[in-house]
């Protein structure tokens, strides 16, 4: 029996992982020649700057706050770093928290009041630099005034399990939070605010990033706003949000807020494309936007290469299909899983029978569901497998058991935490 291709596969996801590299990202984006620190294209003279403060939060806070202190050394008066991981080693001038993800606990809120704390602290001619990356929803939280820290862990579980996307989740979020949706800039005394944002949304805006807490948003989304009071799900589970959801957001005017993406999905898909291309393949790069209920998406997926295997089959050439993005699960069952190994296990459902397809469907952060898994690798035998040893793969798509599945047959992609966080990779190989 022919192996899977796992070695291929984790060639071209580890490119992934290396294009949208946190601390390669800043030391790419960031230049400082003299006392002009250029960020991108637009620039800040440091002769005019007092202070410069630095608050890195997310899951690529600390080599985000690594590159940082590479470029801006001792000019650095004080940095604060909120993550879900330990640093390997101490950076100067900054202290460090470790808080809560998926679900903000008690350091969540620690967090929170250190960086309302450090703000307070700021004149108008210091600069604030913002390192934000996706999971600040839930290392950073703030209730609104009558909500409490436990109505709104139970909030995000929830969310987490409702299958919304996540502009839909992020909405509500910014409405039960007393920091997010800019409100965080209201602590601030400095007109000089730089936020450097790494991107784990689909056509992300900045103000969509960690639910963006530093980036001014001056007006409500109405039509998402429309949607979300709309969805089934709010109706049924937070009958009570209409009470905060026409609340105004506060903003400051004397405020200049700059923001700066430097890394997402299509940067990540970009690199993977190039090393499949290195390796031979000819490779289609489908979407960086993909998303939708994983288990529809695996089965649309599998329709499509299976498709794509008949039509190239006389050029022999190999395949490589790439697609970014993320999906959402409506958890129903009582398993464990995530939303790439759901994915996975449905794509294994649908290619099962047809030679020589293998895919990775896997997190850039290494975090897929509530496991210690990035994904899953799968193939055309996955499935024959599975039934062979009295497993049936339908059973455990059912239950949301995908994690079970996998790891019963030696097939869950385990990074531990990337510290990169640009939404999920789907690799699959045609090689004929």
């Given at each position: 029996?022919?192996?899977?291709?796992?070695?291929?596969?984790?060639?071209?996801?580890?490119?992934?992982?290396?294009?949208?590299?946190?601390?390669?990202?800043?030391?790419?984006?960031?230049?400082?020649?003299?006392?002009?620190?250029?960020?991108?294209?637009?620039?800040?003279?440091?002769?005019?700057?007092?202070?410069?403060?630095?608050?890195?939060?997310?899951?690529?806070?600390?080599?985000?706050?690594?590159?940082?202190?590479?470029?801006?050394?001792?000019?650095?008066?004080?940095?604060?770093?909120?993550?879900?991981?330990?640093?390997?080693?101490?950076?100067?001038?900054?202290?460090?928290?470790?808080?809560?993800?998926?679900?903000?606990?008690?350091?969540?809120?620690?967090?929170?009041?250190?960086?309302?704390?450090?703000?307070?602290?700021?004149?108008?001619?210091?600069?604030?630099?913002?390192?934000?990356?996706?999971?600040?929803?839930?290392?950073?939280?703030?209730?609104?005034?009558?909500?409490?820290?436990?109505?709104?862990?139970?909030?995000?579980?929830?969310?987490?399990?409702?299958?919304?996307?996540?502009?839909?989740?992020?909405?509500?979020?910014?409405?039960?939070?007393?920091?997010?949706?800019?409100?965080?800039?209201?602590?601030?005394?400095?007109?000089?605010?730089?936020?450097?944002?790494?991107?784990?949304?689909?056509?992300?805006?900045?103000?969509?990033?960690?639910?963006?807490?530093?980036?001014?948003?001056?007006?409500?989304?109405?039509?998402?706003?429309?949607?979300?009071?709309?969805?089934?799900?709010?109706?049924?589970?937070?009958?009570?949000?209409?009470?905060?959801?026409?609340?105004k957001l506060p903003t400051k005017t004397n405020q200049t807020v700059r923001n700066f993406i430097i890394a997402d999905n299509?940067?990540?898909?970009?690199?993977?494309?190039?090393?499949?291309?290195?390796?031979?393949?000819?490779?289609?790069?489908?979407?960086?936007?993909?998303?939708?209920?994983?288990?529809?998406?695996?089965?649309?997926?599998?329709?499509?290469?299976?498709?794509?295997?008949?039509?190239?089959?006389?050029s022999k050439k190999p395949i490589c299909f790439l697609f970014g993005g993320e999906s959402t699960v409506n958890v129903k069952?009582?398993?464990?899983?995530?939303?790439?190994?759901?994915?996975?296990?449905?794509?294994?459902?649908?290619?099962s029978g047809n030679k020589k397809i293998s895919a990775l469907f896997a997190g850039t952060d290494g975090i897929d569901g509530?496991?210690?898994?990035?994904?899953?690798?799968?193939?055309?035998?996955?499935?024959?497998?599975?039934?062979?040893?009295?497993?049936?793969?339908?059973?455990?798509?059912?239950?949301?058991?995908?994690?079970?599945?996998?790891?019963?047959?030696?097939?869950?992609?385990?990074?531990?935490?990337?510290?990169?966080?640009?939404?999920?990779?789907?690799?699959?190989?045609?090689?004929?």
């Open positions: 029996m022919r192996k899977m291709n796992k070695a291929t596969l984790n060639k071209i996801f580890n490119s992934a992982l290396n294009g949208a590299n946190p601390k390669k990202c800043i030391l790419e984006s960031i230049i400082l020649k003299k006392n002009s620190l250029k960020i991108q294209n637009k620039s800040y003279d440091l002769n005019k700057i007092n202070k410069i403060f630095v608050i890195s939060f997310g899951k690529s806070s600390i080599p985000m706050a690594e590159g940082i202190k590479i470029i801006l050394k001792n000019k650095i008066t004080e940095g604060l770093i909120i993550s879900n991981e330990k640093p390997k080693s101490k950076i100067k001038n900054f202290n460090y928290i470790k808080s809560s993800h998926p679900i903000p606990n008690k350091y969540s809120l620690i967090a929170a009041k250190e960086i309302i704390k450090l703000l307070s602290t700021t004149q108008p001619k210091d600069l604030i630099i913002f390192l934000i990356s996706g999971g600040g929803s839930s290392l950073v939280a703030a209730p609104e005034e009558g909500i409490s820290l436990k109505e709104k862990q139970i909030i995000f579980d929830r969310l987490l399990r409702s299958g919304l996307d996540i502009k839909m989740i992020n909405f509500i979020r910014k409405k039960i939070s007393s920091v997010k949706g800019g409100k965080l800039l209201m602590h601030s005394n400095s007109t000089n605010i730089c936020n450097i944002l790494i991107s784990d949304v689909i056509e992300g805006k900045p103000s969509d990033i960690a639910s963006g807490p530093s980036v001014k948003e001056l007006k409500t989304n109405l039509k998402l706003k429309n949607k979300v009071l709309k969805s089934k799900f709010v109706k049924s589970e937070l009958p009570n949000i209409n009470k905060i959801v026409n609340k299509k940067k990540a898909l970009d690199f993977a494309q190039t090393k499949a291309k290195e390796l031979g393949y000819k490779t289609i790069l489908h979407s960086f936007k993909v998303q939708g209920e994983a288990s529809n998406i695996g089965l649309k997926f599998a329709k499509k290469v299976i498709d794509l295997a008949k039509k190239e089959k006389k069952g009582s398993g464990i899983g995530g939303r790439n190994m759901e994915l996975a296990l449905s794509f294994a459902i649908g290619v509530n496991t210690n898994s990035a994904g899953a690798f799968c193939d055309s035998k996955t499935a024959l497998k599975a039934s062979k040893i009295g497993i049936s793969p339908r059973s455990y798509l059912i239950n949301n058991d995908s994690y079970s599945f996998f790891k019963k047959l030696k097939d869950l992609k385990i990074t531990g935490s990337t510290g990169c966080n640009v939404n999920d990779i789907g690799i699959i190989l045609i090689d004929f």
